[in-house]
């Protein structure tokens, strides 16, 4: 049985995420999506949220679930029992930045394998942190993020505009 962790801050899920999740549950038996727990970081949804977004996001893969985790990812990935890695890679922003943390953790775990399966086209320039720009800014971010997160980023941006917090 193969498995694969895909880890992430998924602040929110996207429909880029969703769409490395997709095709990453043909490659392996089971599939991890795990949410980076990270309690010091300003975020728009806690850890659970997040999970539960995830978990709301992925009812038609069965063979791919969500969980939260502290600490390293290495760590995490042989606690479960996964060999391997999977992130995205977009054009210029992630290849530099992977590339470092791929060779921290060959050195940290060497059995451990890393898999960058390329974004799509269509989300090569979706990331959360421009997501979450825009829907502050009143644009519509419907195409972008599975169903379950446009209501989610709704009512916390509608929430943060009565306590006139930034969320
Ligand atoms: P992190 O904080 O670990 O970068 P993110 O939630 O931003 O967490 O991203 C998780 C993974 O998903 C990373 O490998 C990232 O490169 C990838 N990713 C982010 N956005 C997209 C996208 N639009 N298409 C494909 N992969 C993406």
């Not at 720009?133 to 941006?157: F, T």
């Amino acid at each position: 049985m193969t498995t694969a962790v895909y880890p992430g801050t998924f602040d929110p899920f996207t429909k880029g995420h969703l769409d490395i999740a997709k095709r990453t549950a043909r490659l392996f038996d089971r599939i991890i999506i795990a949410v980076y727990d990270t309690p010091g970081k300003k975020l728009m949804f806690t850890t659970d949220e997040r999970v539960e977004l995830v978990k709301q996001s992925i009812t038609d893969l069965p063979n791919v679930t969500v969980q939260s985790y502290t600490g390293l990812t290495v760590t995490f990935a042989r606690e479960v029992g996964a060999e391997t890695l999977v992130r995205g890679l977009r054009i210029g922003a992630d290849f530099e930045g992977e590339f470092e943390m791929a060779l921290m953790n060959k050195n940290l775990a060497p059995d451990c394998e890393l898999v960058c399966l390329m974004a799509s086209m269509k989300y090569q320039f979706l990331s959360s942190s421009i997501l979450k720009e825009v829907a502050r800014l009143g644009g519509n971010i419907d195409d972008l993020v599975p169903r379950p997160v446009i209501g989610a980023m709704k009512a916390k941006l509608k929430a943060a505009r009565k306590t006139s917090k930034q969320p």
